[in-house]
């Protein structure tokens, strides 16, 4: 089997990949591209979950600064109960992280 055949099936990227590659790489079900797919995935969660562990600990400083208690956040507290939507928090985070990717994307 040389490098030069290729794999006959119907997957359009796998068919144009030599024979070996092919197999080794599992790419006559996709398995290379879902592999890559994986890979981004596998890197955007940890970056979600250590941004989400940044915001954690900086929080105590974050609410000193007003941050979660702006007008248009909602906080019902009852005996047994709070209930939290910080809505105009999540816009601003929202409008600050969005002009810092357009800023590093440009």
Known sequence: MGASRH???????ASTM???TSIAFGASTGGLYFARQ??????????VGLIMV???????WLSRIGLGRLPGDIVIERE????YAPISTGILISIVLSIILWLVNR
């Open 7 to 13: 794999l006959a099936c119907d997957d359009d990227f």
């Open 18 to 20: 030599p024979l070996s």
């Open 38 to 47: 994986e890979a981004v995935m596998s890197r955007a969660l940890i970056i």
């Open 54 to 60: 940044a915001v954690g600990l900086l929080w105590p």
């Open 80 to 83: 047994n109960f709070t209930f």
